[in-house]
């Protein structure tokens, strides 16, 4: 009875999103409407392809009647005119692509004439002149000194005008009189002209005026227009991490730990405002690996080179459906200036082990295209030392205990290429191709000794686990994005082609000795484990703006995507001198899955309120086959997911923001795999080809307070929510004694609630503070292998404090503290851990290149420590991981001018996400 009434509401809700929309596409109506000059002035650069020069406060909250019919047939300067002599400004041109905007100088009143008052006459006609003229510099041309034309009997200002590059400047519309130029700029004297008399009609041309410095040298005065670390804009926080001292000589994996509401667990799983289930994406592109891989993935990334990484906790509908746990975007810096320029770093770190890394950015542009290449490469040591305790029961029979000790030594190796062509076929068309590749060589060296307790808690016998795994993997993207600007009003159409390929080889050799308590000989098994997985995704997307009004516009698009993943795993009894191929315990495990969506959005924009609202449809059909055993799943489903953003600004310091989603999280192509994959002699991991999807409905009210305080309510409602289990399982691989398996399972419901307050505020010229503090509470119920799990949760708390400190102008420092206290996940109770960073930075060259010094996790304090209760199996845990490190970095870069940024799009993102590696 309950689904039949929330698929009736279901239903309800999308007939009236529907009717909402018919009612609100209308054909956009042509009127003149009342528009912020801002918002028109816009529209005016776009058409016209020219720049203003304006100080703010002179255009802020001005209003003016416009629409972009009154641009058709007319100059620019009969549009200037027209709109901004209303409002009390005029404008002058700076030359052919610039214009300046200043307050119109109001002359004193005189008093008419007698013979004049109260005529009712039309104005005679007059006949105006022109004035021109140059300014120059040692015989050069003063470019963009302000010019002002002064009326020659009291010097009051007529019209202000800025010299173009030549110095030149040209004074039009003038009135017969007596008049005086005068040119002032910074560090020089002013500099009047002779007093000259214009008539009626006359154009004349004034001796050029020559800028003499001032005697005395004047302090110099730098202006400095800085970002702040954290920006919050619209439904995501933007973390500007060239901003961050910390970031230059980190990793982005480390660097992800020391964002705003971001947590990375001992896997390297990362949560968003403590809920699971986060996409990643580096460009627009998804990174498309486990959660291992994409740690090392991530590893292999100079933070350096990140430009911004923006944090959006819930996507509206344009985004794909997947992602319950909110979007990471990381956006590279690129060097995208006019001719040719780049940027190059190298890094070394010391933890236990040495740690290198370097970047190399390249870029050329020009008037027909943009190209860019850039590479980054990481070669380090670390290691990962745990202890887990298992407690084995049937019942409440305590039966068995295993305690292990576990090392891990990691070798990695990662070469990243990335090259990007933006190619401007016309004004309004741009073709931008884009490819990308990872290799990397991945070694690893597992040494577990597991000591086997039975039911009187006596040591029966031990197990030396040795695992030598090689894993080569070979990754790359290619894209082609094409978008056309159909017109100056904001109607565009775009198009994605995408192509993903990812092949990753694991050769393990694994040795496992079996001896008494006593230390007496029991047994040995060698076994050499050969893996292959290739995954393939193709994803085709069109999208579609058309504007409705100055304030709105209504977007839609389609999308189809096609992902085949095939794992092929051989097992082989090395113990003799020859290799025996093991029939049974293989797997050959093949997944094709096809999703086609589309997706209706309209934004509008108000006084005071912005809404977006939206609604996103996904038809999944999905087929597994288990080769070997000629055993086969499907999946085949249709959701909905409408999505609702609302933005009121009450005044101008304070603001109210309701975000609300539906969300799906489809199993990870790995999770649907169901072969065991070592953990040690003891553990084992294993997918399942039954996982269900998850679904959730997320929601979150944010309450801002002059644009530094943000304070947020969030409430998250999952069905089938995904999560690890662990089973007990006898007999497996022809072992005698109890081994424990590791599998993701579906629990019936879970609950989550949070609550965020973000705090970011310069505090005087050199102290910046960013920070957040963020409280999760999370309820979970089911009944998994005959055990009921239905607790009271754990509340939780995040705190993420950055400081930032400008020492001198060359000199910069920055602080960054975190804490997580308890926290629960599925069954897992995790203790409270920290970590403290400290780095400093030194500008050098000419502001060409920095050096920086950074200490990561000086206390050495996370740690991650655990307990879960899984009815049959109670288990205890400790993870140290190589965190401390010292690190220096150095980086320079070439090149000088400026120029836009390529922006390279992709649309297999959410398929990308869920590929995981065996």
């Not at 039975?454 to 029966?460: A, F, L, M, V």
């Not at 309701?658 to 065991?676: E, T």
């Not at 039954?690 to 997320?698: A, G, H, K, R, V």
Request: charged share 20%; with cysteine; glycine share 6%.
């Amino acid at each position: 009875m309950m689904k039949k009434l929330l698929s009736l509401k279901l239903c309800l809700l999308i007939v009236c999103i529907f009717s909402f929309f018919v009612a609100t596409a209308q054909a956009p109506q042509r009127t003149e409407i009342a528009v912020t000059l801002v918002d028109a002035l816009k529209q005016i650069r776009i058409y016209y392809k020219v720049n203003f020069l304006y100080e703010e406060i002179n255009v802020r909250n001005k209003k003016v009647l416009f629409t972009t019919d009154n641009l058709k047939g007319r100059r620019i300067e009969q549009v200037l005119t027209i709109l901004l002599t209303p409002a009390g400004l005029s404008w002058s041109a700076i030359d052919a692509k610039n214009y300046s905007i200043f307050l119109t100088v109001q002359k004193k009143k005189t008093s008419l004439p007698d013979s004049q008052q109260g005529s009712k006459l039309s104005p005679v006609l007059q006949f105006f002149g022109k004035v021109s003229g140059r300014v120059t510099d040692q015989g050069q041309g003063a470019a963009f000194t302000t010019v002002s034309l002064l009326r020659a009997a009291d010097s009051l200002r007529v019209k202000n005008v800025l010299s173009d590059t030549s110095g030149a400047y040209l004074f039009t519309e003038l009135k017969a009189g007596d008049y005086l130029i005068l040119a002032q700029g910074i560090g020089y004297q002013l500099s009047y002209s002779e007093k000259f008399c214009l008539a009626a009609g006359d154009s004349l041309n004034v001796k050029s005026l020559i800028m003499i410095p001032l005697p005395e040298t004047l302090q110099e005065v730098k202006i400095k227009l800085s970002r702040p670390l954290v920006e919050k804009k619209g439904d995501r926080y933007i973390v500007n991490v060239d901003k961050s001292i910390i970031g230059e000589g980190s990793s982005v994996y480390e660097l992800m730990d020391k964002l705003p509401g971001v947590r990375v667990n001992q896997d390297g799983q990362l949560t968003l405002v403590g809920k699971p289930g986060v996409s990643v994406f580096i460009d627009g592109k998804a990174v498309s690996l486990s959660a291992a891989d994409v740690s090392s993935f991530l590893k292999g990334m100079f933070a350096a080179n990140v430009e911004k990484i923006e944090l959006i906790n819930i996507p509206t509908a344009k985004y794909d459906a997947s992602g319950s746990g909110g979007v990471i975007n990381i956006i590279k810096r690129k060097n995208h200036k006019e001719g040719l320029n780049g940027n190059v770093a190298i890094g070394y770190g010391r933890g236990r082990y040495n740690r290198y890394n370097s970047a190399f950015n390249l870029s050329f542009k020009n008037s027909k295209y943009n190209l860019m290449f850039n590479n980054s490469y990481l070669s380090e040591r670390t290691f990962l030392d745990s202890r887990s305790v298992s407690d084995l029961y049937t019942g409440n029979e305590f039966i068995g205990n295993y305690t292990s000790d576990n090392f891990h030594l990691r070798d990695t190796k990662t070469y990243s290429p990335d090259l990007g062509l933006e190619m401007y076929l016309s004004k309004k068309t741009t073709l931008t191709l884009s490819g990308s590749g990872q290799v990397r060589s991945f070694r690893n060296l597992s040494d577990a000794h597991t000591a086997v307790f039975d039911q009187n808690h006596q040591q029966g016998f031990n197990l030396d686990f040795i695992n030598k795994i090689k894993e080569p993997a070979n990754n790359y993207s290619s894209g082609v994005h094409l978008v056309n600007q159909m017109d100056t009003n904001g109607r565009e159409i775009s198009a994605d082609l995408d192509y993903s390929n990812y092949r990753n080889s694991s050769g393990q050799e694994i040795a496992e000795t079996m001896n008494s308590a006593q230390g007496d000989f029991l047994n040995l098994s060698r076994i050499f484990l050969d893996q292959q997985s290739k995954l393939n995704i193709y994803s085709a997307k069109l999208d579609y703006v058309e504007p409705l009004s100055l304030n709105s516009k209504l977007e839609f698009g389609l999308k189809s995507s096609f992902v085949n993943t095939k794992n092929d795993s051989r097992f082989y009894d090395v113990s003799s001198e020859t290799a025996v191929l093991d029939t049974i315990k293989g797997n050959r495990f093949h997944y094709k899955e096809r999703v086609n969506a589309a997706y209706i959005s309209l934004h509008k924009k108000l006084k005071k309120l912005n809404y977006q609202i939206g609604l996103r449809v996904e038809q999944t059909n999905g087929t597994g086959t288990q080769l070997l055993t000629v055993k086969q799943f499907k999946q085949d489903y249709f959701q909905l997911f409408p999505s609702v953003y609302l933005e009121y600004n009450i005044n101008d310091k304070n603001a109210l923001s309701m975000n609300s989603g539906r969300k799906i999280d489809r199993p990870a192509y790995g999770d649907l795999n169901p072969l065991l994959r070592f953990i040690n002699a003891t553990a084992y991991i294993q997918g399942d080809p039954n996982l269900n999807p998850q679904l959730s409905y997320q929601n979150e009210i944010t309450y801002s307070y002059n644009r530094t305080l943000f304070i947020s309510l969030g409430y998250g409602l999952y069905t089938d929510y995904i999560t690890y289990w662990v089973f007990p399982e006898h007999n497996i691989q022809d072992k005698v004694q109890e081994t424990i398996v590791s599998r993701p399972v579906n629990i019936d419901k879970s609950s989550a609630y949070s609550a965020a307050v973000v705090y970011i505020k310069r505090l005087n010229s050199w102290w910046t503070m960013n920070n957040n503090l963020t409280f999760n509470y999370n309820l979970y119920s089911g009944n998994i292998n005959q055990y009921k799990l239905d607790n009271q949760g754990t509340p939780s708390f995040f705190l993420s404090a950055n400081q930032a400190v400008s020492i001198s102008d060359r000199v910069s420092a920055e602080a960054n503290f975190r804490y997580s206290g308890k926290s629960q996940i599925g069954s897992a109770i995790y203790k409270a851990n920290s970590n403290l960073s400290l780095g400093i930075k030194m500008i050098l060259l000419a502001n060409k290149a920095s050096l920086s010094l950074n200490v990561n996790d000086i206390f050495r304090d996370q740690n991650f420590t655990w307990t879960s209760d899984a009815g049959s199996i109670m288990e205890s845990r400790i993870v140290r991981t190589d965190s401390r490190a010292v690190k220096v970095n150095f980086s320079y870069k070439f090149g000088k001018s400026a120029a836009k940024k390529m922006i390279i799009s992709a649309g297999a993102e959410e398929e990308k996400n869920r590929a995981r590696s065996n």
